[in-house]
């Protein structure tokens, strides 16, 4: 092994030959210097390292119900099952997350500390949090860090209410990138679960007929078909059912740890390279 | 007094000649004219209470609060100058916030009340600046169960069981010496804390008052400093004049008897 700081733990040039610097794209060549090395441009996160893979919503009549799974990857490696993605904020927003862990963890403290300067702080009993403004602040702190080269390696849907007790549901993720709609999925729940839901509220407007059972089902069939096909995805997940009761109040039914039942692999057999590599 | 004309009163960071410095004891005396504020220590959490003089009936009843949070597990009441207040929690909650963003974790009562104390003496230390004009009490719950403090002017920084300061210090201090503070509940607490401030109110009676409780405790907040429900602040209220009416009611038969 070589012991010279700058090479320090790389097997010997002597024994191995010299290493190719073109592997790495960002390799540090033979002749660094301390000089030259600050001279390098300053790295950024420039891809995910844990993460978690797809966060699935939609409202319904009276609220809306968000749902992840509580893996995290480390590439393809299953490497935690007791990530949770789901975070309330104030009193009746859940901001779900999926992509990189660290950055998400990372979201946690910040929101941690709005809920402290906008909610703990205020002892007159002004006006809290919504889901709204959560969203907007969460949109500005991404855009900022995409703008420094520099993202929050999340896609962010946020759920909620509006002042108006109309249900709130708005996606924001690393680049920036903002919009609402009635479901709303990342990763690859966009794919999976989108054509489910859409399948129950094929229009925006439409979520006022879909009532809290319905909705469930639904969601309960999206996270077993991304069980079924997202090989990142896991069979134990959380979900947040915000609602209205019968007097216009708020209740947050966080529920952990559900599993994925009713699962049926027969379809495995009959697809190439799915499962058994028997053929 | 004997610090006048002498001029050791004049500035901060001088010494009387006997050891005294009397810009901190002046400050002391802005304090005492302020409305009562107390605090109790139970076994199960803490109770903050403060006797809200109401200066002008144009004030909107429950609003412009006294006791404030600094952090999710800490409350703050004071007596004395309340901008001097506002600054005092302004800064306790940058504390709290700087130890979270190093340390991920909460901070702890007793390290808080470090960092103030540091803080507050500080302002005894230069002539450029005046010492607090309040005592607060600050009281919580962490990892290692309630803790109650009271920080002086001068930067000194105690534990208590009771703590209670401004105007009515004198007869709360003697009515919170009465309580036995390893067996109190937090709920008996709260209504003795509306005794107390009521009681001590007899030396300002001339002016209506407003009482505010808090409490922080593991069980009814789940460790969260919040004002103490409507419910059982009525019910506090009550407690507390209840002996009233028996003394007016007596010192009316009184009356009576001499007619």
Not at chain 1, 22 to 49: C, E, R, Y
Not at chain 1, 62 to 87: Q, T
Not at chain 1, 124 to 150: C, Q
Not at chain 1, 261 to 269: G, I, L, P, V
Request: proline fraction near 3%; charge should be negative.
């Amino acid at each position: 092994m070589n012991h010279d700081p700058f090479q320090w733990g790389r097997p010997s040039n002597e024994t191995y030959g010299a290493y190719n610097h073109q592997i790495a794209n960002a390799g540090v060549p033979d002749n660094t210097t301390h000089a030259s090395l600050d001279a390098f441009p300053k790295m950024h996160t420039q891809q995910p390292i844990i993460t978690g893979t797809s966060v699935i919503a939609s409202k319904f009549n009276n609220g809306i119900i968000m749902a992840a799974d509580n893996v995290g990857s480390y590439g393809s490696l299953l490497r935690f099952s007791n990530i949770e993605r789901l975070i309330k904020v104030g009193s009746e927003t859940v901001v779900g997350l999926s992509g990189d862990v660290s950055d998400m963890q990372q979201i946690e403290r910040i929101l941690d500390e709005l809920e402290t300067s906008e909610e703990v702080y205020d002892n007159d009993g002004g006006d809290y949090l919504r889901a709204a403004n959560v969203h907007e602040y969460l949109s500005r702190v991404m855009y900022n860090r995409r703008s420094k080269m520099n993202p929050l390696w999340n896609s962010i849907i946020v759920g909620g209410f509006y002042r108006d007790r109309t249900p709130f549901l708005k996606y924001v993720d690393l680049v920036g990138v903002t919009y609402s709609s009635s479901t709303i999925a990342t990763g690859f729940g966009s794919h999976l679960a989108i054509p489910l839901l859409r399948n129950l509220i094929p229009e925006d407007k439409d979520y006022v007929k879909v009532d809290e059972q319905q909705i469930t089902k639904v969601v309960e069939d999206s996270m077993r078909v991304l069980f079924y096909r997202d090989a990142r995805s896991g069979d134990k997940y959380s979900q947040v059912i915000i609602k209205l009761d019968e007097e216009g109040k708020v209740v947050f039914e966080f529920t952990k740890e559900v599993k994925v039942e009713n699962q049926s692999w027969r379809f495995a057999k009959d697809i190439r390279g799915y499962g058994s590599s028997q053929q | 007094m004997t610090s006048i004309g002498t001029g050791y009163d004049l500035s901060n960071s001088v010494f009387s000649p006997d050891g005294r410095n009397f810009q901190v004891e002046y400050a002391m005396k802005a304090v005492e004219n302020g409305g009562t504020s107390i605090g109790i220590k139970c076994k199960d959490g803490v109770v903050l209470a403060v006797e809200k003089i109401i200066n002008s009936k144009l004030l909107v009843p429950g609003k412009n609060k006294r006791i404030q949070t600094v952090d999710r597990h800490i409350g703050v009441v004071y007596s004395g100058l309340l901008p001097d207040g506002r600054h005092f929690v302004n800064r306790a909650r940058d504390e709290a916030q700087s130890f979270k963003s190093i340390y991920k974790n909460s901070i702890s009562v007793p390290h808080l009340m470090d960092r103030l104390g540091i803080y507050v003496q500080n302002y005894t230390c230069y002539n450029s600046v005046r010492p607090f004009g309040i005592v607060s009490i600050v009281g919580g719950i962490d990892d290692n169960g309630p803790h109650l403090y009271m920080i002086e002017p001068s930067g000194s920084c105690w534990g208590y069981s009771g703590a209670a300061t401004g105007k009515g210090r004198q007869l709360a201090k003697s009515e919170l010496e009465k309580l036995n503070y390893e067996e109190l509940e937090i709920k008996e607490a709260v209504k003795l804390a509306a005794k107390i401030i009521h009681l001590a109110h007899e030396d300002n009676k001339d002016k209506d008052y407003e009482l505010e409780i808090s409490w922080v405790s593991k069980e009814f907040t789940k460790g969260r400093h919040e004002f103490v429900p409507d419910d059982l602040l009525e019910e506090a209220k009550k407690f507390a004049e209840e002996d009233d009416d028996e003394e007016e009611e007596e010192e009316e038969e009184g009356d009576e008897m001499q007619e």
